[in-house]
């Protein structure tokens, strides 16, 4: 008998869990929403800032390719390659530029007062 009261002391007493009362069930929806917002709100900046980089990448690559194609324009049969390089150069840099600027949006006609 000493043997089954003491299997029985081990036992851990089972609970079911409290309701949730509608009032709390909101609050947790509001921290759930909050919650997703922040995560969506940081992954968002990341990308905008991965973004950037790759912008300021753009610009320092061509603005070394730019130089280089310049030079090559004095040997004659490089001449047209140089010119659609820099060309390119000029418009990808134009593009990363474009990019990197933050965009400004105004909500409606600023003239009218």
Not at 67 to 91: E, K, Q, R, W, Y
């Amino acid at each position: 008998m000493a043997v089954s009261a003491a299997k029985k002391s081990t036992k851990a007493p089972t609970t079911t869990p409290p309701a949730i009362i509608p009032d709390e069930e909101g609050r947790w929806a509001a921290v759930l929403r909050g919650q997703i917002l922040g995560t969506t709100t940081h992954k968002f900046f990341n990308y905008v800032s991965l973004a950037d980089q790759k912008a300021q990448v753009l610009i320092i690559l061509n603005s070394v390719l730019i130089p280089v194609a310049i030079n090559g324009m004095s040997i004659p049969f490089l001449h047209d390659a140089a010119i659609v390089s820099m060309l390119t150069g000029i418009i990808s840099i134009y593009m990363a530029i474009v990019c990197i600027f933050p965009k400004r949006r105004s909500g409606g006609n600023l003239t009218a007062h």
